[in-house]
């Protein structure tokens, strides 16, 4: 909640570069993950074992929430080709922190700047995400005509892709079966 409210008054971590910036708990995360723990120090002595090796990043991201501000998403976009958040129905978490409308007249350049805004593109079940249900994919960051983020309301949403209910999948052990 902190954190969202954070996001809202424009207070970001810096993320590689002067403008992007992150919330807090991902920011920590990205580098827990990446940074202390060496994967970072490994990916650089794999690419120099192997110089002809390409990077291939992909994003895909579930019931993901408004991670960074304008310019992350922006960089996010000029740097992952492949990039997808898939979200189910009206997952809440999907539309925290809330972001300001930007075709209202409150919004100056510099607020529309420091909001917190998703990247493109988004997967989006509009139905209980089982076996051949169909989907939409959303050009736009914030595109409320294709996804209306003011009804997304329901935790439960959250709490379940796929036909897979994330408590159940985490506490049984991750079993692989379960995923396929």
Known sequence: MVNGLGA?????????????????????????????????????????????????????????????????????EENIQFRYRVVKKNDFITSIPRSVDPTTSLVTATLFERQPLFYRYLVHYNNDMEKGDDFSVCELSDDFGCRNTNLAYDLSDHQNYFDLDTDEFVNSGCPRDQLL
């Open 8 to 76: 809202q008054l424009g207070a970001w971590e810096k993320f590689e570069s002067s403008k992007a910036g992150v919330i807090s708990y991902f920011h920590k995360a990205f580098y827990k993950t990446f940074i202390d723990s060496g994967m970072k120090d490994h990916a650089l002595e794999l690419l120099k074992q192997h110089p002809g090796f390409r990077v291939w990043v992909r994003l895909v991201t579930f019931g993901e929430p408004r991670t960074g501000n304008v310019a992350f998403a922006k960089e996010i």
